[in-house]
């Protein structure tokens, strides 16, 4: 890696240093093994506090593409599917998880990132209406992201719209909250971990993006469906067997409100590259508010911000252009800012 | 049923009348369990010879979601996914099979239900040039149907194409044949089963739609790749006690040419029915030239099409009219085509 | 097949003479697919009405092991495992059909074919109490055979208990029928399908090798659990096309009582078979009471036994003696009974 | 955790302070993504190198359960089972991880814990032999355990037994080493890590048990088999993001022989207590020469040692006595060494 200030995403960094040293405080204790230890119970207890969901349950696993594929299995039954945005994560870039268990994805397209309540209760209705349903696999859950795969954000009205049409068709809801905290911490943001215990039937708050070395927490408000999961996670082989790792890392994050405050600045940090870019004449694919942003270069430069900064070539816009993704993170300095907004003055379109 | 002339598909009617007589001239004989009986080997001979492949392998099973769910399970491994267009039936009314077995479908847009080569190709290439290849699965089969869902067949330069594509990326190639009878007998059709051994890993050949009570015969020209098929098949509940019952159909249909001039006379059906549909003005979906076809009528006209004939609706053709799709089967009769002539001639837009 | 008295199995021979008119009087006849059709649903109504369970679901499928996948992959949840004796055709014969679907079987030692209620609880006891319970699969399914593996039956009372047992702890119970018929004709038998209704929450009853061509009902007799069953059953490629095919054997079967008498005779001939190895001086490895006799021979008699009649190897007894399987069907005719009666009495021990 | 010196397991303790300290060092440094940075190529070379497999790849991952699961997965055809004893891990304390990925188990039994090569021999000739051989899964892979789950070890004579068995079938050979640095530092250990790549397909070195905080390496000494693997990782959910956290660790362990020394230790301290159970009048179940002992006990006294060391129960022994498994660890102390070795002296039989 001999990229001086890198925007190529949010885990290459190890952890925040409060993670680190609280990590390292345990020395070499003991501890019960497989997430049975004090840590990871009192660590549960403060992220149902935090997302008002007292008689929930939470599970900690290592990561994102782990913790989709678990609450999937979970949940969907051998004749139903899930139902997801043409971008959504589990459908792209987690290797064919979901189906390798057994289970169909469908794919509704995608609004910014985002499921439109409305194109879900036509594609629910016209399964439900058609007279070939019993040929096609029955809807069981849908899963969205929050923030989606765009950075874009689902506004709590879109939420509950969403969560309305599921419950009137019997259908799951399911958020990924891989980047959770940059959503959190968005000042665009109106939904917060009350309103999705509230509206779905499970969420994770993703660590791994956010700031710790690796975890993702799953949270199932309601307990009462939470049954043999830990089973599950053991036949995914997903139980740590120090899985107070995770437990002392969420214990971190929650204590004091850390999770929503490391992430603030990211997205501080991607607003003003947003704003730097329009100013020097580039388009940008969506309005993110949050950490990722989308803007649309000459290939030419495009090559060059990819070769300079490490940032992903997202998609060709029309023959002579590309978007590209600019990933801020938490561990993001001062000096990686400055020197982006530097590369891009000096590149103005103007 | 109380529809007196059904066009509604091609598999509602028992089988055709030698099926049936070849059965009953057996009483109660016995047989070898599973297959191993000598009308079965028989029959495999004889498909292998109507092939070319004479050192092929033949696997006869009941039904077309089955066979399909088969091959994929014994060629795709567990990193990668099948190909298909949108339309394909696996990826439409499976009801997830191949999903099940934990293998994902990726699908490609559709030109008049065939996959385009060029299309194809694309994919591959951004497949493996992809930053993030490991994170998506492995393309490791292409699926095509012969007939496709639309009733268009590939010429055999557009076959060798895609062969020509699939192997280059080392992806395997099959070709789903639950209507083949119905392909072969085309005039349109230039793509014999010898092209089909030539050009493809594995194909399979239709008896359900095509006068048989039920059976698929999966192809494999280079049974040096069969491997250990039947215990698969086993493993899949699809492996017949009295797999007898699909050696004496495929015997009646392969000894003397049955199969392909049983569905001669469909076509014919559904050419001079295109015609009436046309002539009386109603536009085409696409020209079929086999025994499926889809006439567009304003919405009132198709409605009454359906309750009448029991034809399927197909899709909406912008805000005013629908697609229905006709099938005119084996079992068709004069009475039939005559019925839906004069119903059509009554209708006319001009 | 050039054995003149088979006692191999009880499927080789074709079907009954009456499934096989009622067939040819459907000639080509139309009928609505998928099972969909009047036969299909005549023959559900019977089947239930035969089973005192006039809320309950009946599924026609073409096969054993199909049928045995099928209602595990209904009912058993990702997390849980299916219970069955070492013996049980599932964890034996079966080519892993269960696994292929992701279910793990724990097999627990047989008492002549059967599994023993107190050897169930104290199973079911072990794992609720176990430390490490949630690194083993829960117990989901208990799977049994009427009659067993060996011929033999499950009393009312042996039945009444394990049902007790998995009803305490909140286990399913699940009764294979393949060969339903021979056990509810036998002398020995005090078990009704009421009874199974009552004390299972789903069975099956056999046809394929109870003289039809091929086919088992699935009755589940609480149909609030049946749920989206078709949609699994396509997705297992085994909703027949023609299902009209299972329809009509069933309906033959059950309008008047043929299930239930065609397979008395062939109980009487395997009890006088029994009697005359008996008689000869051969032990018997148990008592069965259905058309399945296990005789033990000296290793040279067996091996003729086996070249002459077709039987099935079964195991060795010691170093000297072999077990064979010596099976009757509803088939078999009184010169096959007379044959092998003549062979035991020229071969006596005594 | 309330009890002062336990001997439950051998992963509750956090790291060794070698692993601690290299992890701190690190600081918060950007590495590449997903095992794609220089300490973990730099780990697997070291690895390969101990192994004396140049041509060898590795792959690191989270924990022994999945570590099994895929490399099952990733060499087991469809049609195909898995061969282990009745103890493997596998068959006993994943969760049906295995199966739940559609692989059938066949369990042979064990001798003190190991595979016998001549059952294997027996089990394989009799699957190749049997008229049911196609109604059978095919034995595809052998799985063993060095050590196995009751310390004991395959001598180089038993390996290479096993491993002549295996290819005269063709069938692979997988050695778990969850606890591969116990075995290796036992000096009754003759088998080294060269001749498991000269004599296996796949073999694991384990981390989580013998001092990492987690991380198990497989090791696939000819690399032309190793195909896609990093697909179908990230396929299981365990490509980890910050892939180096496995590197770092794995590279602290073989930079200067950590791994195999670390062990040592706990192998002694199991002897000196074997000894002084044996001396104390205790029969010991089998002898074990590494860090997991099985001493036999009156009830009362094994409730007793349960209470107080944390060991677990491990099965009854006739009436009147329990078999607890003592398990000694890397972070065993002199102290808990010493507590252990008075309360032998102060129960003694004798």
């Known amino acids: 890696m001999t990229i001086a200030h890198p925007f190529t995403n949010d885990y290459s960094r190890s952890a925040h240093p409060r993670i680190l040293e609280d990590l390292a405080s345990l020395g070499a204790r003991a501890f019960d093994g497989y997430g049975c230890d004090g840590l990871t119970s009192r660590a549960s207890e403060l992220i149902l506090e935090a997302c008002a969901a007292p008689g929930g349950a939470v599970h900690l696993v290592h990561g994102g593409t782990q913790v989709n594929a ?3 299995d979970f949940a969907v039954r051998p004749w139903q599917s899930v139902v997801c945005v043409e971008s959504g994560h589990i459908a792209t870039h987690e290797a064919g998880a979901v189906e390798h268990l057994g289970h169909r994805l469908v794919t509704l397209p995608a609004d910014e990132g985002r499921m439109d309540a409305a194109v879900l209760e036509d594609y629910l209705r016209g399964w439900r209406d058609s007279q070939l349903r019993e040929h096609m696999t029955e809807p ?3 899963y969205i992201s929050q923030p989606t795969e765009l950075g874009t954000l689902y506004s709590l009205e879109q939420l509950e719209a969403l969560s309305s049409v599921c419950r009137s068709f019997g259908v799951g809801l399911y958020v990924d909250g ?9 000042k665009a943001n109106d939904v917060s971990l009350a309103d999705l215990s509230r509206l779905t039937d499970a ?3 993703g660590g791994t993006k956010c700031g710790m070395l690796f975890g993702e927490a799953l949270v199932i408000p309601d307990a009462a ?3 043999s999961m830990r089973t599950l996670i053991k036949a995914h082989g997903a139980l740590l067997a120090k899985g107070w790792l995770l437990g002392v890392q969420f214990l971190t994050m929650f204590r004091d409100g850390l ?3 490391i992430t603030r600045t990211a997205n501080e940090r991607a607003a003003r590259l947003s704003r730097a870019f329009a100013d020097a004449g580039f388009d940008m694919l969506i309005a993110s508010p949050t950490n990722q942003i989308f803007p649309v270069l000459p290939v030419g430069l495009a090559r060059e911000l990819i070769e300079e900064f490490g940032v992903y070539e997202w998609e060709p816009v029309g023959d002579s252009r590309l978007c590209v993704r600019v990933v801020v993170s938490w561990a993001t300095t001062d000096e990686d800012e400055a020197a982006l907004i530097a590369w891009i003055a000096s ?3 103007r």
Request: hydrophobic share 45%; net charge positive.
């Open 178 to 186: 891989a980047r959770m905290g940059y959503g959190l911490a968005s």
């Open 140 to 142: 069981g859950l849908v």
């Open 203 to 205: 969420f994770t708050i």
């Open 347 to 349: 590149h103005t379109l």
């Open 225 to 227: 469906h939470a049954g």
């Open 259 to 261: 999770y929503t405050s």
């Open 70 to 72: 678990l609450y999937v």
